[in-house]
């Protein structure tokens, strides 16, 4: 199975801005970036310089996908530029650079084998590896090929004997790094792609297959062959809620109205599970202070970068506090990254954030009531107990931000406190069905349905998840469909250079796409949350492949690749229909 290179493409082309302050030595650099604090280690690595002397700014950031987790030539350069100029510089890629210099996605290619008995039971799980890390190496960009591909080659079954050799190897392209999902979709997709082949050549249902091979919940926690530990998951539970969103039973029906009209329809199914990051700062904070007009402000140092923090850390505080978003938003604001204090933490990475920095959001809660609460005994000449976000001492009460506004005088405010907790990785997990229809007179695929059940734990705001997964989902059928970084194999030329070259996955690719969840809270973090950023990608790669395949394997194609363009099905069907009048 070959996992093609793709491009990232934020909104926003990479720009840098670097300005150098002579008298103290410091830099004051803005970029697009995934944490300051990560951008600033990676600076200071690169440079020699210590990191109390480079200042990092981000701000609105439009997209990463993991490519910019990292810094880039152009920013040192720019950096010394600004340090020999005497004067600020700034550098703005343009489209065409991201193609030829941003680092690139994927890039994998995966042999895999899987042994199982007379009965469906597996017994080994065997893969080859080969990972294209480009011209030169990121910091990431081993660690995709091998540990990211191997921590979750089990999946969601139980496979006694498992191995994986993986070979790591330089070419002349641009270099690969981390992007959504950075090898768990690809591994996944293997994984799915093995059991769907499996059931097919044996006679098997792929259902019963599945429901044969997952680990049960009574087994939680469970160490797999190669050492990974998963603490939770009700796996059988969320692909039967699937099978019922996707109207599984009903689709024999369906597939015989696209027969009458010419059309191959098919559909697939990836049950999976991920690893979302345990982080590499030892804890995450978050700090709390007031300013002289009593508002909240809280800063932490994972970054958004689209994902809509400011919503979720905001209700973490609220649903603490409570009060309701409408009457505490306003006082309330997030800031992801502050100059002015030395927080400690992850950036924005692995899925990480809500449960790395939402979490010690969550623990701020307690602190800040509790900081309060002296101050509140104070103010009403009483003791006081807290709840639905006012101090109440006697017959007297006094609101969270009314207290805070009153005390605003002071400086520091005595309200001001911090939390901090260390949160290991999550395994997120769910079941993703796809269902296709195919024109073989053209190899246009239609994703004409879409379902999606995840358990990503405790979720904190429904609507966030679900433009998430949507998201997500959309970039794995992309991959699926069309996207690929071809390079010419004589004269190394990058081919797909532009957006004439290289399609982006359009809103119209997807008829319809139904989210549901499947809360298995783990015990980790403060939340009980399980990351989901990566989640849609993760499970798209797997069941929009297998509904391809269902989809032409009566026509007698037995295996594709991604991207499965219409030339390339045509193609494949032409032969198929050849071979068989043959």
Excluded at 369 to 396: C, M, N, W
Excluded at 413 to 439: K, L, R, Y
Excluded at 493 to 507: N, V
Excluded at 513 to 529: F, M, Q, W, Y
Aim: net charge negative.
């Amino acid at each position: 199975m070959r996992s093609q290179r793709l491009v990232g493409n934020p909104i926003e082309p990479r720009a840098f801005l670097a300005s150098f302050d002579a008298a103290s030595g410091v830099f004051t650099v803005y970029s697009p970036s995934q944490g300051l604090n990560g951008m600033r280690g990676f600076l200071a690595a690169a440079t020699g310089l210590p990191g109390e002397k480079i200042r990092v700014v981000t701000e609105l950031v439009g997209g990463s996908f993991g490519i910019r987790s990292f810094s880039y030539a152009e920013h040192v350069a720019v950096m010394l530029a600004a340090q020999k100029l005497g004067r600020p510089v700034k550098w703005v890629a343009t489209r065409s650079e991201i193609f030829l210099s941003d680092n690139h996605g994927r890039g994998l290619t995966l042999a895999g084998e899987l042994a199982l008995d007379r009965d469906g039971k597996f017994l080994a799980l065997r893969f080859d590896d080969c990972a294209d890390l480009g011209a030169y190496s990121t910091p990431f960009g081993p660690q995709i090929g091998s540990r990211n591909i191997t921590i979750t080659m089990g999946g969601v079954y139980r496979v006694p004997a498992m191995h994986a050799h993986t070979r790591c190897a330089y070419s002349n392209a641009v270099p690969v790094s981390a992007y959504r999902g950075a090898g768990r979709p690809d591994i996944a997709c293997a994984i799915e792609r093995l059991v769907d082949l499996a059931a097919a050549e044996h006679g098997f249902d792929p259902i019963a297959l599945r429901r044969r091979n997952f680990i049960p919940p009574e087994a939680m926690p469970y160490k797999t062959a190669n050492g990974t530990t998963y603490d939770c998951g009700e796996f059988e539970a969320v692909m039967d809620k699937a099978l019922l969103l996707a109207d599984w039973k009903g689709f024999p029906a369906r597939r015989e109205r696209a027969k009458r009209e010419g059309k191959l329809r098919g559909i697939g199914i990836a049950t999976f599970l991920e690893a979302s990051a345990a982080g590499v700062a030892p804890k995450d904070q978050a700090y709390a202070r007031f300013d002289a007009s009593g508002i909240l402000h809280v800063s932490c140092v994972s970054q958004s970068t689209g994902q809509g923090h400011e919503t979720a850390f905001v209700r973490i505080l609220c649903e603490g506090l409570g009060l309701t978003h409408e009457n505490a938003g306003e006082p309330i604001r997030i800031h992801e990254g502050n100059l002015d204090l030395a927080v400690v933490g992850n950036g924005t990475g692995g899925s990480r954030s809500l449960y790395g920095a939402g979490s010690a959001v969550k623990l701020l809660v307690s602190k800040l009531i509790e900081t309060a609460k002296p101050h509140a005994a104070v103010a009403l000449s009483a003791d006081v107990e807290y709840s639905g976000g006012q101090f109440r001492g006697g017959s007297k009460s006094i609101g969270f931000f009314e207290l805070a506004k009153k005390l605003a005088g002071l400086s520091p405010h005595p309200m001001d406190c911090f939390a901090e907790g260390s949160f290991g990785a999550t395994f997120p997990n769910g079941c993703h069905i796809a269902e296709v229809e195919i024109d073989p007179e053209t190899g246009v695929v239609d994703a004409v349905d879409y379902a999606t059940v995840d358990d990503i734990g405790n979720v904190v705001d429904h609507t966030s998840v679900e433009g998430q997964v949507h998201g997500g989902v959309l970039q794995g059928v992309g991959q699926v469909l069309g996207e690929h970084a071809i390079y010419d194999g004589e004269t190394g030329q990058l081919l797909a250079g532009s957006f004439m070259d290289y399609p982006m996955p359009r809103a119209d690719w997807m008829r319809a796409i139904r989210c549901d969840e499947h809360a298995v809270p783990t015990k980790a973090n403060a939340l009980g949350s399980k990351g989901v950023g990566e989640s849609g990608t993760s499970g798209a790669l797997g069941a929009t492949m297998n509904a391809i395949l269902d989809a032409v394997r009566p026509a007698g194609i037995a295996d594709l690749d991604m991207p499965v363009t219409p030339d390339r099905l045509w193609r494949a069907l032409r032969q198929a229909r050849n071979k068989a009048g043959n």
